[in-house]
């Protein structure tokens, strides 16, 4: 059964920084590509950032680019996603799956919330 573990966010005023963590299990996490998305109340569900299975090439969607980073630890079958400068626009459900996201593969995100 796969398990995709989200963790690390909060209520954060603008322009602060978050870390998050994604840990899988019932995956060979090292030989995929990982990414993080978000969903903001009333929107689709967005790709933020992905990164290849070795972690050589990372990929940001525009807005994201600068303020946050994307990485992983494949001995702890973890990903992370640092984001800095945050902006009230970033309040959204945090999510890690693969890439391409496979459906059951969703766990329960995290929360991120930036006061203005």
């Known amino acids: 059964q796969v398990q995709l573990v989200e963790s690390g966010g909060g209520l954060v005023q603008a322009g602060g920084s978050l870390r998050l963590s994604c840990v899988a299990s019932?995956?060979?996490?090292?030989?995929?590509?990982m990414g993080w998305y978000r969903q903001a109340p009333g929107k689709q569900r967005e790709m933020v950032a992905s990164?290849?299975?070795?972690?050589?090439?990372?990929y940001y969607a525009d807005s994201k680019k600068g303020r946050f980073t994307i990485s992983r630890d494949n001995a702890k079958n973890t990903v992370y996603l640092q984001m800095n400068s945050l902006k009230p626009e970033d309040t959204a459900i945090y999510y890690c799956?693969?890439?391409?996201?496979?459906?059951?593969?969703w766990g329960q995100g995290t929360q991120v919330t930036v006061s203005s």
């Open positions: 990164i290849s299975s070795s972690g050589s090439t990372n």
């Open positions: 019932g995956i060979i996490f090292r030989i995929n590509t």
């Open positions: 799956n693969t890439v391409p996201s496979r459906p059951t593969y």
